[in-house]
T-cell receptor
Framework: SQKIEQNSEALNIQEGKTATLTCNYT??????LQWYRQDPGRGPVFLLL?????KEKRKERLKVTFDTTLKQSLFHITASQPADSATYLC???????????FGSGTRLSIRP | NAGVMQNPRHLVRRRGQEARLRCSPM?????VYWYRQLPEEGLKFMVY????????ESGMPKERFSAEFPKEGPSILRIQQVVRGDSAAYFC?????????????FGNGTRLTVT
């Protein structure tokens, strides 16, 4: 069956360290993968998109990698700050290319 | 430039009533998606619409749920004869183009509570 899996456990990181979140998928062949941030009571906000032919994408303190062989994406936040605390969702296009499917998210907490 | 607007933000309905959730996409966006989120869970795809057309409704229950995106006006997600299990946050997202070219812009959701 098709699955998108993210760390189900919350991730607690000391301020200033690098946070690394994982997204694994099964039985999908996505053309691209996206990462979103969601704060409590709010809708998700788009962060980064990486295509299947790209290995890595960066935006300020954010970095995303995409390994189509391992069927995995890693999301890194360097020099993490308490304001980075949120739930992070990965998403990919399904095989019919008619919708974007989301993982269940990883809650990240950055302690001062 | 206003973002995706959803209303109401909170909606309380008794079992058996109808719930109507509205979504105004960003200006210039002709693609609308509806997702449902239960507490501590991810977003579950429900339906994808373009103006006047349902493109993919594979995530929407066959009974009681319907969606539309008319030529004029907001997209509407309609739930008839609500049951307690319909209680959730419903998010709408829009994009200007197909999913291959555009990320999704989300509203802040409608929280439906069925009593």
């Amino acid at each position: 069956s098709q699955k998108i899996e993210q760390n189900s456990e919350a991730l607690n990181i000391q301020e200033g360290k690098t946070a690394t979140l994982t997204c694994n998928y099964t039985n999908y062949s996505p053309a691209y993968l996206q990462w979103y941030r969601q704060d409590p009571g709010r809708g998700p906000v788009f962060l980064l998109l990486i295509r299947e032919n790209e290995k890595e994408k960066r935006k300020e303190r954010l970095k995303v990698t995409f390994d189509t062989t391992l069927k995995q994406s890693l999301f890194h936040i360097t020099a993490s700050q308490p304001a980075d605390s949120a739930t992070y969702l990965c998403a990919l296009d399904d095989s019919s290319a008619s919708k974007i499917i989301f993982g269940s998210g990883t809650r990240l907490s950055i302690r001062p | 430039n206003a973002g995706v607007m959803q209303n109401p933000r909170h909606l309380v309905r008794r079992r058996g009533q109808e719930a109507r959730l509205r979504c105004s996409p960003m200006k210039g966006h002709s693609h609308v998606y509806w997702y449902r989120q239960l507490p501590e869970e991810g977003l579950k795809f429900m339906v994808y619409l373009q103006k006047e057309n349902i493109i993919d409704e594979s995530g929407m229950p066959k009974e009681r749920f319907s969606a539309e995106f008319p030529k004029e006006g907001p997209s509407i997600l309609r739930i008839q004869q609500v049951v307690r299990g319909d209680s959730a946050a419903y998010f709408c997202a829009s994009s200007p183009d197909t999913i291959y070219n555009s990320p999704l812009h989300f509203g802040n959701g409608t929280r439906l509570t069925v009593t």
